[in-house]
């Protein structure tokens, strides 16, 4: 074991509960990708967190779901009747997936999904099953407090001057 999935528990403490539940924010992929949308619907400035994308079955599927989660929307939809479905939440943020293998073999790759994925391949984020207990133990109990904080902090510096931050960092 690298520690990716404990790397992920410890990115959703930074927002909220770390459980990997329904109620948590680290979720799994053992779902079909419309449930995975749906537990993505109007969520702004709160990670998606996936963890294993290897259970979600082909090359072709992993691609196709990453593509709409960089989209922010899931696909249109319509009723019984025929009516488009316009009641879909859009959500803003960034995704955190992690697999076993290669989360796509380069058949099917073109450069609009390389343009939207950061892969981070043969990190170690733990030193071992003992570092990676303690972290979790960790976040279980004490999570939820940075993101607020950090909010305020944003909205008391104000957007005329982070964007002027952004352009001197340039």
Request: hydrophobic share 40%; with cysteine.
């Amino acid at each position: 074991t690298s520690g990716k999935t404990t790397m992920l528990d410890f990115i959703g403490s930074l927002y909220g509960s770390p459980s990997h539940s329904n109620s948590g924010l680290v979720r799994t992929f053992n779902a079909t990708k419309n449930a995975i949308m749906a537990t993505c619907e109007g969520r702004n400035g709160i990670p998606i967190i996936l963890d294993d994308i290897n259970g979600n079955a082909s090359e072709h599927n992993r691609i196709d779901l990453i593509m709409q989660l960089a989209a922010g929307t899931s696909r249109g939809r319509c009723d019984a009747s025929g009516a488009a479905n316009s009641d879909r939440l859009p959500w803003h943020g960034v995704a955190f997936i992690t697999s076993e293998s290669p989360i796509f073999d380069g058949t099917i790759v073109n450069q609009g999904i390389q343009a939207r994925c950061l892969v981070i391949d043969g990190l170690k984020w733990t030193t071992d099953a003992g570092h990676s207990d303690r972290i979790k133990a960790f976040v279980a109990s004490n999570y939820g407090h940075i993101a607020p904080e950090f909010a305020e902090k944003v909205a008391e510096i104000g957007e005329e001057a982070i964007l002027e931050k952004l352009e001197a960092a340039k």
